[in-house]
């Protein structure tokens, strides 16, 4: 990255312009833009910022703590990141969860005893972006078992290792239209896909089978700790112990599907139903989740690490295989009305991806007939109404907004956006125009710069930030008003006093010299 670039990101994070920042206000910027203290890409740059202290950091020395971290850097600062407005976005969100915070529909799932202790009360959501953007709301570090979630898992690593074409000899690839642990298989005598126990099952029986017990789970663990970003995960001996102890249907599926010959040769039963149970007790969080959705809209590269954990064409079938079979009798509906792929599961989880963008986790214990969470597919649905993230809202000239592009640009000149952004009191956008390197004082065909339009509209905090950037205070338009003239006009009493003040700080400051000239 050159010098100038350097410069600007350094200028956009030095909001009063005096030449020098502190360490929290890099933290703020990343903060803001939904990088957390605990991104795994930010580990050195963390260790040098903190040796900081309360210190100031004046432009060389912040270029030199960028070192191998000024891209991430670069890119959060500018608005670069897949969701650019990430503040704004996170207000939403927010606002969502506590809407639908008060459903209180459904019942928490009592046929594995383990699961009916659980709090009826608890409610998460978590998003983890494809940029490492995270929103953690709720109980989001509360500890859950994967149950069902775990056969997006199942399913890729029996891709990873034997292709589709193996793995789809012994499993289908057709919504069944019938319970998750329905005693049914279709017309070839298979799993009718890996959504299901019956699919899980199967998969289960793919992967490791020459390993030893012991290090097919700590294979599954790893797994499951390399998705959610080297956040390392526990299994539930208690929750396994319920799962093998209440799984009279899920043994009979095995019999089932062994009496038919859809187990590759040599499949034990006993052991596969143990390694099922197994992935079914492996405890995350909804931060983990989300970062293992982010992960999967990141086409198998974890977000927070940069890992390449599953390849391209392994999520894609996983993705497809979720959005038609991922939701139990429901999948259908889910797609129509919601239209991502998702995976939901008894333990109330529901683990959403949108492709190029992001993963969402949903976590609250009560279910619905089906056996979806009730607060995690309302959730999911009042996203879908406000934001453009059904796989087709593309068609159509939908009136939602896409948080993936910033909001109010109509116009790709920055003269026009900064204009705009004044007039409207974002100062957000505003820095990341400067982290771009954008003149401020640019104005329009009519001579109005930001500080005409901040003026005229009473945008108090616009207009401060603007003198903090030292813009020109007395540019014309092309009627000869000035931006004080603009709010005298407008009866803008606080803009007026601001700029008044300012006039008299820089007055003051001048030596006698410049006065006398």
């Known amino acids: 990255m050159n010098n100038t670039n350097l410069k600007s990101i350094f200028r956009s994070i030095d909001e009063s312009g005096r030449g020098t920042i502190r360490a929290d206000a890099i933290r703020n910027c990343l903060s803001q833009s939904g990088i957390t203290e605990k991104d795994a890409r930010?580990?050195?740059?963390?260790?040098?910022?903190?040796?900081?202290?309360?210190?100031?950091?004046?432009?060389?020395?912040f270029y030199a703590l960028l070192d191998n971290s000024e891209s991430l850097v670069a890119r959060a600062v500018k608005g670069e990141l897949v969701i650019p407005e990430f503040e704004r976005f996170s207000k939403k969100i927010r606002a969502l969860y506590d809407e639908v915070k008060a459903n209180e529909d459904g019942d928490v799932a009592d046929y594995i005893p383990q699961l009916a202790r659980v709090s009826a009360d608890n409610f998460a959501v978590s998003i983890s972006t494809i940029d490492g953007q995270q929103l953690h709301i709720g109980d989001a570090t509360a500890g859950f078992?994967?149950?069902?979630?775990?056969?997006?898992?199942?399913?890729?690593?029996?891709?990873?290792?034997?292709?589709?074409d193996k793995v789809h000899s012994h499993v289908g690839r057709e919504p069944s239209g019938l319970s998750f642990n329905e005693l049914t298989?279709?017309?070839?005598?298979?799993?009718?896909?890996?959504?299901?126990?019956?699919?899980?099952?199967?998969?289960?029986?793919?992967?490791?089978?020459?390993?030893?017990?012991?290090?097919?789970?700590?294979?599954?663990?790893?797994?499951?700790?390399?998705?959610?970003?080297q956040n390392p995960c526990h299994f539930d001996n208690a929750v396994w112990h319920s799962e093998r102890e209440t799984a009279d249907r899920n043994?009979?599926?095995?019999?089932?599907?062994?009496?038919?010959?859809a187990f590759p040769d040599g499949t034990a039963i006993r052991p596969t139903l143990d390694y099922y149970f197994s992935a079914c007790s492996i405890e995350v969080t909804a931060e983990n989740m989300s970062t293992i959705g982010g992960t999967l809209a990141n086409g198998g590269v974890c977000p927070q690490t940069g890992e390449r954990v599953f390849a391209e064409e392994t999520v894609k079938n996983c993705l497809s295989m979720m959005h038609s079979c991922g939701m139990y009798d429901y999948s259908g509906e889910f797609a129509f009305t919601v239209g991502i792929p998702a995976k939901s599961s008894v333990s109330g989880v529901v683990l959403a991806v949108i492709p190029n963008?992001?993963?969402?986790?949903?976590w609250s214990p009560r279910l619905d007939a089906c056996g979806n969470s009730v607060r995690g597919v309302a959730f999911l649905?009042?996203?879908?109404?406000?934001?453009?993230?059904?796989?087709?809202?593309?068609?159509?000239?939908?009136?939602?907004?896409?948080?993936?592009?910033?909001?109010?640009?109509?116009?790709?000149?920055?003269?026009?956006r900064a204009i705009y952004a004044a007039s409207v009191g974002d100062v957000s956008d505003l820095k990341r125009l400067v982290a771009h390197g954008h003149d401020l004082?640019?104005?329009?065909?009519?001579?109005?710069?930001?500080?005409?339009?901040?003026?005229?509209?009473?945008?108090?905090?616009?207009?401060?930030?603007?003198?903090?950037?030292?813009?020109?205070?007395?540019?014309q338009d092309r009627w000869g008003n000035t931006p004080l003239a603009d709010a005298t006009r407008h009866k803008r009493k606080a803009v007026k006093q601001l700029l008044s003040t300012n006039t008299t700080a820089v007055r003051v400051s001048r030596k006698p010299e410049q006065e006398a000239a």
């Open 441 to 475: 004082n640019s104005a329009d065909y009519d001579g109005r710069t930001p500080l005409h339009l901040a003026c005229a509209e009473g945008q108090v905090e616009a207009v401060r930030y603007l003198l903090d950037q030292k813009v020109l205070m007395t540019p």
């Open 357 to 362: 963008v992001m993963g969402i986790a949903v």
């Open 42 to 61: 930010l580990e050195n740059f963390r260790t040098r910022l903190e040796a900081f202290g309360d210190s100031e950091i004046d432009g060389k020395a």
């Open 381 to 416: 649905k009042k996203l879908i109404s406000e934001f453009s993230f059904h796989n087709f809202d593309s068609l159509v000239d939908s009136k939602k907004q896409d948080p993936r592009r910033i909001s109010h640009v109509k116009k790709t000149d920055n003269t026009y």
């Open 145 to 164: 078992t994967l149950q069902s979630s775990c056969k997006p898992i199942l399913y890729c690593a029996a891709l990873e290792e034997h292709g589709k």
């Open 251 to 261: 043994f009979a599926l095995a019999h089932h599907m062994r009496e038919r010959g």
């Open 185 to 229: 298989l279709n017309k070839g005598g298979l799993p009718h896909n890996p959504m299901i126990n019956a699919g899980a099952i199967m998969t289960s029986s793919l992967i490791r089978r020459a390993l030893p017990t012991a290090d097919r789970l700590e294979y599954l663990t790893d797994l499951v700790t390399s998705l959610s970003g």
